[in-house]
């Protein structure tokens, strides 16, 4: 999938409305992991699919000290 080319999944998260996030980082072996993290390029790549069978990806890449957080909770939210 183009949108992976050159990079490796270090993240996921699975939402129960049809998206998918992943986080990807860049594949650099000219580079610490650890200690040259702000110099790798870090992508947020989302899939979704809804009922009528549409699908669509979409990614933003992001350089620096960027970090990247996805949390979901499955908690309802009570009307007033």
């Given amino acids: 999938m183009k949108c992976f080319k050159g ?15 992943f986080l990807a980082k860049e594949i650099r072996d000219d580079l610490d ?3 040259d993290e702000e110099l ?8 979704h699919h809804n009922e009528h069978g549409d699908e669509q990806w979409g ?6 000290r960027v970090g ?3 949390c979901h909770d499955n908690t309802p939210i009570e009307s007033s």
């Fill in 7 to 21: 990079y490796y999944i270090n993240g996921v998260a699975v939402k129960d409305n049809g998206s998918i996030c």
């Fill in 40 to 47: 790798y390029k870090k992508r947020s790549v989302v899939y």
């Fill in 68 to 70: 990247y957080v996805y």
């Fill in 59 to 64: 990614n933003v890449t992001r350089s620096g």
């Fill in 33 to 35: 992991p650890v200690l």
